[in-house]
Nanobody, 115 residues
Framework: QVRLVESGGGLVQPGGSLRLSCTTS????????LNWHRQASGKQRELVAN???????NYADSVKGRFTISRDNVRSRVFLQMNNLKPEDTAAYFC?????????WGQGTQVTVSS
């Protein structure tokens, strides 16, 4: 059974930082690209960042220079370090992997940026 569990969300002031974690199980983690998506209230889910099995990274233009994705292949975890957070970063953040012909999602973790 494939499981993804996100953690690390919360309430932070503009300019602050958070580090999200996603712990996975049920897959050979090191083989797959891992994705972070987010969905703000009333908006479509969007890809924020991803990291390939080889460690290459991609970012949405809106987060470049502020967010950093990384992975720990030993502990089967993927991280999203978010710095200089803005109110427009407020959203539910989801970890995602495409494996075994299916797309798997975590339950999400809420990030709220507000003063």
């Amino acid at each position: 059974q494939v499981r993804l569990v996100e953690s690390g969300g919360g309430l932070v002031q503009p300019g602050g930082s958070l580090r999200l974690s996603c712990t996975t199980s049920g897959i050979n983690f090191k083989l797959y690209t891992l994705n972070w998506h987010r969905q703000a209230s009333g908006k479509q889910r969007e890809l924020v960042a991803n990291i390939t099995s080889g460690g290459s990274t991609n970012y949405a233009d809106s987060v470049k220079g502020r967010f950093t994705i990384s992975r720990d292949n030993v502990r089967s975890r993927v991280f999203l370090q978010m710095n200089n957070l803005k109110p427009e970063d407020t959203a539910a953040y989801f970890c995602n992997v495409h494996a075994r012909g299916s797309s798997f999602w975590g339950q999400g973790t809420q990030v709220t940026v507000s003063s």
